[in-house]
């Protein structure tokens, strides 16, 4: 004995149809061949979309919509047009005839509901029952034609309920009395029943509610004891996580009924809850099966499942949820409370979903749909009329748009930590939680969180817990010159050996630069991009960051590889939303102390990343090295810098033969300076590079604070980047004087900083060939710090300090540091 079910879509339309028959005709070839075992049971929905139509139609007479004539044209229309696809036309007149007649009774139903302006429960269930009235004969009479004896029996008849319309409780003693007489007595061997339906004692129509035909389905195969139920419908089974909201989800091939009636209890759509109860207690298997792809495994739903490897068995989610929340210092070590407040919602028939309350009794919040919401209200304020005058208790406080996520698994109880996991990644990407619930049981685990954050959070969760392979990290640049494209370049080249080595999978999202945005949540394709940006957005940097925002993907990072205020003006709003910044731009971190500690405390506050470490040495680890000495219980006393690679370019290539300007101009056009040389030459990048190795060693300390013995004229910084050029080519002989004192006392040249016990400062030194910044060649950068455990022979950071390859290489590292922290 077999059940089969097939939903709405399965049977939608006469293609489809025709693939439940070869579906059914396969089955009943595996099914045992004896008189009781061999019967195959087939339940079928109405076609898919036509009990909303139903429903539509009724709901419009009974509001004096004419329009509701429209409705049933299409119903009746749609039946016709089915007949005459899947019969011969020989065997047509019989059921076309019957369709007729179903959707006059219908339009007769319609015109009473208009006349009277009235739509009753009782009318509701009587008017939705002929969808599956109808496609059940439909589809009997194809497999007759097909020559495949089927019998078609009423549901109506076999299946006894009370008169709670449109969710009516069975009686199932009656029921499965009849079942048994019913299946007990016939010689065939394929029967077609409508599902959905059913009748009370009196014979009047009745629904079984939500998931009802799957509901009719485990109700036959419960009173028959069959060997297996089958759920046919338009997915391969039950998924680790809603597909549609994330691309990652997979097929869970075999469950256990508890953690899918968890799964199915928090959203999960593919079965419905009853559905299960009555062939749970006899152990008969239930196989989500997919009417479009027969031959994938599906779902395998037992007592006990086999076990996968996973802790987590699945995630699921409800949406449309508000919190309800009973408060009051009246409520303290007084009993009954929340007795009074069940019984004000069962009252008023509204389902709790969540419970929580805090141990010191001051509390109690309940997680209810959000259209029970002011029902809700209403009926507790009353409840607690007189404590609320006293002010014991304070009005029932509503909390909108939140939904519930759930982890479920029957493994997790015999595992600690798992809550631990789930919050942490949560928390890291930003997402708030509002209320917490698990079971004793440990099948369970929910949280509510705000509804905008429910596709981060299933991704963040499904990431932790079923895709251990690989992380997906989503990026948005901005900048796109030298370093940008150098940057770009390098994600491309690496993207292969960062899935395979570090499992990262890199999704650059969002590009902007000043004259254009790009926005692809499915990612940019990096050999394509410069293409695409031709095609994107005009440039807004805060429309750009709305667009972050409003995607709100996990795992996001914003790279910023400019020297724009605007842009580091918009940290604070990407921080304050848990998305990392990683900052090649030196303006936040030199600006003043208070906005440099506000960014850091708010990544920190925020479980995020600030990470700026090309600020001081391109790709050198200068500030990943402090920070490891400081976080290991180091001290900092002195540091010795080089920090301007190109300033070591100019002074290492100027020996007073070629002009001065020109060997600027060369650092210049070998993309060594920033976009205006003086900022270089000034000293001014190099005192914004130890003011922030001072601030990185915890020192507080502005711009002005620190010293600059500059060797540049006066002349030379005004005007333009042009007049900078013609004005050092008349100061050449300042540069050479400059150049042959050091020369002269057996010295190099260097532009130092310094920073010795609070105080900082940089300038020209003549360095002697005993001191450690003597070999420093071409644009190397080197740090020497001092400190506790490196006292007379100081830590070394050396080598190339400017250049577009190594500062992308650094920012590179960055957003890996601000995955892996």
């Given at each position: 004995m077999q059940v089969l079910k097939f939903g709405g879509t399965s049977v939608a339309n006469a293609e489809n149809i025709s693939k439940v028959v070869a579906i059914v005709k396969e089955a009943v070839k595996k099914d045992p061949p004896d008189r009781q075992a061999g019967k195959t049971i087939v339940i079928v929905s109405a076609f898919g979309g036509v009990t909303d139509l139903l429903l539509e139609a009724a709901a419009l007479a009974s509001s004096g919509d004419e329009t509701y004539k429209d409705r049933l044209l299409v119903i009746e229309q749609r039946h016709l047009d089915t007949v005459k696809q899947l019969i011969p036309v020989a065997q047509q007149s019989h059921l076309l005839s019957l369709v007729k007649k179903s959707c006059n009774e219908i339009e007769d139903i319609c015109n009473g509901i208009f006349l009277l302006r009235e739509l009753t429960p009782r009318t509701k269930d009587r008017i939705s029952s002929y969808g599956e009235l109808i496609s059940s004969q439909i589809i009997a009479a194809k497999f007759n034609s097909d020559g495949i004896a089927a019998t078609w029996k009423d549901s109506r008849e076999l299946i006894l309920t009370n008169s709670t319309f449109t969710a009516a409780e069975v009686d199932y003693p009656e029921t499965n009395q009849r079942i048994n007489d019913y299946f007990g007595s016939q010689t065939s061997s394929i029967f077609v029943l409508p599902g959905f339906i059913a009748a009370d004692k009196s014979g009047v129509t009745t629904t079984l509610g939500r998931g009802g035909s799957d509901f009719t389905a485990a109700i036959a195969a419960s009173a028959m004891k069959a060997n297996v139920l089958e759920i046919w419908t338009d997915v391969s089974g039950m998924m680790t996580a809603d597909p549609r909201l994330t691309n990652n989800a997979r097929i869970i091939p075999h469950i256990s009924y508890q953690e899918a009636m968890e799964l199915s209890h928090f959203g999960a759509k593919v079965i419905y809850p009853p559905t299960i109860q009555p062939v749970m207690s006899l152990g008969i298997p239930v196989w989500i099966k997919n009417t479009f792809a027969p031959a994938d495994g599906g779902t395998l739903i037992e007592s006990v499942s086999t076990k996968n490897g996973n802790i987590v068995r699945g995630i699921s989610s409800i949406n449309s949820i508000v919190l309800i929340s009973l408060e009051g210092s009246g409520m303290i070590g007084i009993p009954g409370f929340s007795k009074r407040l069940f019984e004000a919602l069962s009252n008023e028939k509204i389902n709790v979903i969540l419970i929580t309350q805090s141990s010191s009794e001051h509390s109690i919040c309940v997680g209810i749909e959000a259209t029970s919401a002011q029902?809700?209200?209403?009926?507790?304020?009353?409840?607690?009329?007189?404590?609320?005058?006293?002010?014991?208790?304070?009005?029932?406080?509503?909390?909108?748009?939140?939904?519930?996520?759930?982890?479920?698994?029957?493994?997790?109880?015999?595992?600690?930590?798992?809550?631990?996991?789930?919050?942490?990644?949560?928390?890291?990407?930003?997402?708030?939680?509002?209320?917490?619930?698990?079971?004793?049981?440990?099948?369970?685990?929910?949280?509510?969180?705000?509804?905008?954050?429910?596709?981060?959070?299933?991704?963040?969760?499904?990431?932790?817990?079923?895709?251990?392979?690989?992380?997906?990290?989503?990026?948005?640049?901005?900048?796109?010159?030298?370093?940008?494209?150098?940057?770009?370049?390098?994600?491309?080249?690496?993207?292969?050996?960062?899935?395979?080595?570090?499992?990262?999978?890199?999704?650059?999202?969002?590009?902007?630069?000043?004259?254009?945005?790009?926005?692809?949540?499915?990612?940019?394709?990096?050999?394509?991009?410069?293409?695409?940006?031709?095609?994107?957005?005009?440039?807004?940097?805060?429309?750009?960051?709305?667009?972050?925002?409003?995607?709100?993907?996990?795992?996001?990072?914003?790279?910023?590889?400019?020297?724009?205020?605007?842009?580091?003006?918009?940290?604070?709003?990407?921080?304050?939303?848990?998305?990392?910044?990683?900052?090649?731009?030196?303006?936040?971190?030199?600006?003043?102390?208070?906005?440099?500690?506000?960014?850091?405390?708010?990544?920190?506050?925020?479980?995020?990343?600030?990470?700026?470490?090309?600020?001081?040495?391109?790709?050198?680890?200068?500030?990943?090295?402090?920070?490891?000495?400081?976080?290991?219980?180091?001290?900092?006393?002195?540091?010795?810098?080089?920090?301007?690679?190109?300033?070591?370019?100019?002074?290492?290539?100027?020996?007073?033969?070629?002009?001065?300007?020109?060997?600027?101009?060369?650092?210049?056009?070998?993309?060594?300076?920033?976009?205006?040389?003086?900022?270089?030459?000034?000293?001014?990048?190099?005192?914004?590079?130890?003011?922030?190795?001072?601030?990185?060693?915890?020192?507080?300390?502005?711009?002005?604070?620190?010293?600059?013995?500059?060797?540049?004229?006066?002349?030379?910084?005004?005007?333009?980047?042009?007049?900078?050029?013609?004005?050092?080519?008349?100061?050449?002989?300042?540069?050479?004087?400059?150049?042959?004192?050091?020369?002269?006392?057996?010295?190099?040249?260097?532009?130092?900083?310094?920073?010795?016990?609070?105080?900082?400062?940089?300038?020209?030194?003549?360095?002697?060939?005993?001191?450690?910044?003597?070999?420093?060649?071409g644009k190397d950068n080197v740090v020497l710090f001092y400190t506790d455990r490196y006292r007379e022979q100081p830590m070394v950071v050396k080598g190339a300090g400017a250049g577009a390859e190594v500062t992308a290489s650094g920012v590179f590292a960055d957003i890996l540091r601000a995955v892996k922290m």
């Amino acid at each position: 004995m077999q059940v089969l079910k097939f939903g709405g879509t399965s049977v939608a339309n006469a293609e489809n149809i025709s693939k439940v028959v070869a579906i059914v005709k396969e089955a009943v070839k595996k099914d045992p061949p004896d008189r009781q075992a061999g019967k195959t049971i087939v339940i079928v929905s109405a076609f898919g979309g036509v009990t909303d139509l139903l429903l539509e139609a009724a709901a419009l007479a009974s509001s004096g919509d004419e329009t509701y004539k429209d409705r049933l044209l299409v119903i009746e229309q749609r039946h016709l047009d089915t007949v005459k696809q899947l019969i011969p036309v020989a065997q047509q007149s019989h059921l076309l005839s019957l369709v007729k007649k179903s959707c006059n009774e219908i339009e007769d139903i319609c015109n009473g509901i208009f006349l009277l302006r009235e739509l009753t429960p009782r009318t509701k269930d009587r008017i939705s029952s002929y969808g599956e009235l109808i496609s059940s004969q439909i589809i009997a009479a194809k497999f007759n034609s097909d020559g495949i004896a089927a019998t078609w029996k009423d549901s109506r008849e076999l299946i006894l309920t009370n008169s709670t319309f449109t969710a009516a409780e069975v009686d199932y003693p009656e029921t499965n009395q009849r079942i048994n007489d019913y299946f007990g007595s016939q010689t065939s061997s394929i029967f077609v029943l409508p599902g959905f339906i059913a009748a009370d004692k009196s014979g009047v129509t009745t629904t079984l509610g939500r998931g009802g035909s799957d509901f009719t389905a485990a109700i036959a195969a419960s009173a028959m004891k069959a060997n297996v139920l089958e759920i046919w419908t338009d997915v391969s089974g039950m998924m680790t996580a809603d597909p549609r909201l994330t691309n990652n989800a997979r097929i869970i091939p075999h469950i256990s009924y508890q953690e899918a009636m968890e799964l199915s209890h928090f959203g999960a759509k593919v079965i419905y809850p009853p559905t299960i109860q009555p062939v749970m207690s006899l152990g008969i298997p239930v196989w989500i099966k997919n009417t479009f792809a027969p031959a994938d495994g599906g779902t395998l739903i037992e007592s006990v499942s086999t076990k996968n490897g996973n802790i987590v068995r699945g995630i699921s989610s409800i949406n449309s949820i508000v919190l309800i929340s009973l408060e009051g210092s009246g409520m303290i070590g007084i009993p009954g409370f929340s007795k009074r407040l069940f019984e004000a919602l069962s009252n008023e028939k509204i389902n709790v979903i969540l419970i929580t309350q805090s141990s010191s009794e001051h509390s109690i919040c309940v997680g209810i749909e959000a259209t029970s919401a002011q029902k809700a209200k209403h009926a507790v304020d009353a409840a607690f009329i007189n404590e609320i005058a006293l002010n014991k208790v304070e009005p029932l406080k509503i909390e909108t748009d939140l939904s519930i996520v759930a982890l479920v698994g029957e493994n997790m109880k015999s595992h600690p930590g798992i809550s631990g996991r789930m919050f942490s990644a949560m928390g890291r990407n930003g997402v708030n939680i509002r209320a917490i619930a698990q079971g004793s049981s440990e099948k369970n685990i929910s949280a509510v969180i705000a509804t905008k954050d429910v596709k981060k959070a299933i991704n963040v969760l499904h990431e932790e817990f079923f895709e251990t392979t690989y992380k997906q990290i989503n990026l948005f640049v901005v900048g796109t010159g030298n370093v940008g494209k150098k940057l770009l370049g390098q994600l491309q080249q690496q993207l292969g050996f960062l899935q395979k080595q570090m499992k990262l999978v890199i999704n650059v999202v969002g590009i902007c630069n000043s004259r254009k945005m790009l926005v692809d949540e499915n990612g940019i394709r990096l050999s394509q991009w410069e293409q695409k940006m031709s095609d994107g957005k005009n440039a807004d940097i805060q429309q750009f960051v709305n667009e972050i925002i409003d995607r709100n993907l996990r795992n996001s990072i914003f790279v910023d590889i400019t020297a724009s205020d605007a842009v580091a003006g918009v940290y604070e709003q990407l921080l304050r939303k848990s998305i990392s910044v990683v900052a090649c731009n030196k303006v936040a971190a030199s600006s003043v102390y208070s906005n440099y500690k506000k960014l850091k405390d708010i990544a920190r506050e925020f479980n995020c990343h600030f990470l700026f470490e090309t600020n001081v040495g391109a790709g050198l680890p200068v500030i990943a090295s402090l920070n490891d000495l400081l976080n290991s219980g180091d001290r900092i006393h002195r540091i010795e810098a080089v920090l301007s690679g190109t300033l070591n370019f100019v002074f290492n290539n100027y020996d007073g033969k070629r002009k001065f300007a020109d060997v600027v101009k060369q650092a210049q056009d070998e993309g060594y300076t920033e976009p205006d040389p003086r900022l270089d030459l000034s000293g001014t990048d190099v005192m914004r590079k130890i003011m922030i190795l001072a601030r990185e060693a915890g020192e507080k300390i502005e711009m002005d604070e620190v010293s600059n013995n500059s060797f540049m004229p006066a002349s030379c910084m005004r005007g333009t980047v042009e007049d900078f050029y013609s004005a050092m080519a008349k100061e050449e002989g300042h540069f050479k004087k400059i150049f042959e004192k050091a020369n002269a006392a057996g010295c190099k040249l260097k532009f130092v900083a310094s920073y010795n016990e609070g105080k900082a400062a940089v300038g020209l030194q003549h360095i002697d060939p005993k001191h450690d910044l003597y070999h420093l060649y071409g644009k190397d950068n080197v740090v020497l710090f001092y400190t506790d455990r490196y006292r007379e022979q100081p830590m070394v950071v050396k080598g190339a300090g400017a250049g577009a390859e190594v500062t992308a290489s650094g920012v590179f590292a960055d957003i890996l540091r601000a995955v892996k922290m």
